[in-house]
């Protein structure tokens, strides 16, 4: 598939759906409501054209669910969100699993970054700085600012792309690049959202300049590799132009910062964690930075190389990398919570729990690396010693409330100490954070009728539903 074809099947999505060429949700008729009713709230023609693109979505693509790449992703757009004024709750993020250099945001709230481009990216100010232009044309709307040229789309070469997933044997190419044309924002559009986006990022405390460096790192590599443009470019026309401005604007001071710490995220774990997962390689040295030898190993090399292999399961060589760079930094608390995970999956338990437990010594109160306090969950829950296992888990979600891995098996565990309505709340947490909203909603409906005399879990129940059928996911 040609990255003019991948580009179309993200937009035409969207506005096939605006158009109303998805099959419309059949509803129940209910009765008449009372004439003193209040009437329903309108419908966000934004917000029901994401829902729809997002279940579309669900089914063209696979979504990488990784804890740390959704975090990361996650934390930084929420932020970046706050800064601009919106509700965090009512936007999602979505990595998806392509090598194509891209990310695009959908009405309603909806903004997706494919791997491809995460892997792009030096720093955690650059994922910000795509983020926050796309969080941009959320806040301004741009999709419904020129309806005449989406409406005067064909939907029938719409639909034909859409199914094809842009197959030039199913559909023409020059077609397909007519489309993408006209789906493009307006170079005003474009501009408005950098703009916002640069102060988006400098009231969150990003580096403006993360913004500016990913464009130019982009056109470089465009440069250097002599292929088509990055997909990211082709749908933010005549960028080259606007890197002068976004310049300008970097130097600006913000209206004001937000007061909460700036979260912390070590890059370079991602950049490992997507690449040992999305490229082919046999040694760690092919996919580490350019920076780290194998000829000089450093603490780093040694750790990044292990966090390599433990991404691809290949734990007997992930082992020895981390006792090599627990030898030079002995009391570095992730390393020891990666090596604890590395002997619980080759099932040497009683290492395992050493690790896990040192990690944890080694930690500041509230500091504890979550992968060790899992590790701990899971063999206490082997055990089973359930209310330790309980704890574990728990403790998780109060560092991290949408930890899927953590909401599952607390759910499992309730289940087994006779706790069904906390073990379908946990389990449909978990299902809807898996991007499986349907199954989700039975779990919770299920609890729902548990929790009568619950008033607090029947709070958190029905926010959840809600949620669902706001958003769609």
Same mark, same amino acid.
């Given at each position: 598939m040609t990255i003019t074809g991948k580009i179309t099947l993200i937009f035409v999505a969207a506005v096939c759906l605006f158009l109303g060429c998805a099959t419309p949700q059949k509803h129940v008729k209910s009765a008449d409501p009372p004439s003193d009713a209040e009437p329903p709230a309108p419908r966000d023609p934004g917000k029901e054209m994401g829902k729809q693109f997002v279940k579309e979505a669900r089914n063209q693509y696979q979504f990488i669910k990784d804890q740390e790449v959704v975090d990361a992703v996650n934390t930084t757009g929420r932020r970046l969100v706050t800064a601009a004024g919106g509700d965090p709750s009512s936007f999602h993020f979505f990595v998806v699993s392509e090598i194509v250099p891209n990310a695009f945001a959908i009405p309603g709230g909806y903004i997706f970054v494919f791997?491809? /481009?995460?892997?792009?990216?030096?720093?955690?100010? @650059?994922?910000?700085? &795509?983020?926050?232009?796309?969080?941009?044309?959320?806040?301004?709307?741009?999709?419904?600012?020129?309806?005449?040229?989406?409406? $005067?789309?064909? %939907?029938?070469?719409?639909? =034909?792309?859409? /199914?094809?997933?842009?197959?030039?044997?199913?559909?023409?190419?020059?077609?397909?690049?007519?489309?993408?044309?006209q789906l493009q924002f307006s170079r005003e559009n474009e501009e408005e959202a950098d703009a916002s986006g640069m102060e988006y990022l400098k009231v969150a405390g990003y580096d403006p300049n993360g913004m500016l460096n990913f464009f130019e790192a982009l056109l470089t590599y465009e440069k250097i590799n002599g292929v088509e443009i990055p997909a990211y470019l082709q749908t933010h026309p005549a960028l080259g132009d606007r890197i002068h401005l976004v310049e300008l604007r970097a130097s600006r001071p913000p209206t004001h910062k937000l007061t909460t710490p700036l979260p912390v995220v070590d890059w370079g774990r991602i950049e490992i964690i997507i690449r040992a997962k999305s490229i082919p390689w046999k040694d760690p040295a092919q996919i580490l930075p350019g920076q780290l030898s194998k000829t000089a190993?450093? @603490? *780093? !090399?040694? #750790?990044?190389?292990?966090?390599? !292999?433990?991404?691809?399961? *290949? &734990?007997?060589? =992930?082992?020895?990398?981390?006792?090599? $760079?627990?030898?030079?930094?002995?009391?570095?608390?992730? #390393?020891?919570?990666? %090596?604890?995970?590395?002997?619980?999956?080759? *099932? +040497?338990?009683?290492?395992?729990?050493? @690790? =896990?437990?040192?990690?944890?010594?080694?930690?500041?109160?509230?500091?504890?690396?979550?992968?060790?306090? /899992? &590790?701990?969950?899971?063999?206490?829950?082997? +055990?089973?010693? /359930?209310?330790?296992?309980?704890?574990? !888990?728990?403790?998780?979600? @109060? *560092?991290?409330?949408?930890? =899927?891995?953590?909401?599952?098996?607390?759910?499992? &565990? !309730?289940?087994?100490?006779?706790?069904?309505?906390?073990?379908?709340y946990h389990t449909g947490r978990y299902l809807r954070l898996s991007l499986e909203p349907e199954a989700a909603l039975r779990e919770f409906t299920k609890a729902k009728s548990l929790s009568s005399s619950d008033a607090e879990m029947a709070r958190k129940i029905q926010d959840q539903i809600d949620q669902i059928q706001r958003d769609g996911v």
């Open positions: 791997d491809g /481009l995460l892997d792009k990216l030096d720093s955690e100010d @650059e994922l910000a700085g &795509v983020l926050a232009h796309e969080t941009g044309h959320v806040m301004h709307n741009h999709f419904f600012k020129d309806e005449s040229k989406m409406s $005067a789309l064909n %939907l029938a070469t719409i639909a =034909a792309i859409l /199914l094809s997933r842009g197959n030039p044997a199913a559909t023409s190419i020059a077609m397909a690049t007519n489309v993408s044309a190993p450093t @603490e *780093r !090399y040694h #750790y990044l190389s292990g966090l390599a !292999y433990l991404t691809a399961d *290949r &734990v007997n060589e =992930a082992i020895p990398e981390y006792q090599a $760079a627990l030898a030079l930094a002995p009391g570095n608390t992730v #390393y020891h919570a990666d %090596l604890a995970t590395a002997y619980l999956k080759g *099932r +040497d338990i009683d290492h395992a729990r050493s @690790e =896990a437990q040192e990690s944890l010594r080694l930690s500041k109160p509230g500091e504890e690396p979550l992968s060790a306090l /899992l &590790v701990l969950g899971l063999l206490d829950e082997h +055990d089973g010693q /359930l209310q330790e296992a309980l704890h574990r !888990y728990e403790t998780v979600l @109060e *560092r991290n409330p949408d930890h =899927a891995f953590a909401h599952y098996h607390l759910g499992q &565990v !309730y289940f087994q100490t006779g706790d069904t309505l906390r073990g379908a």
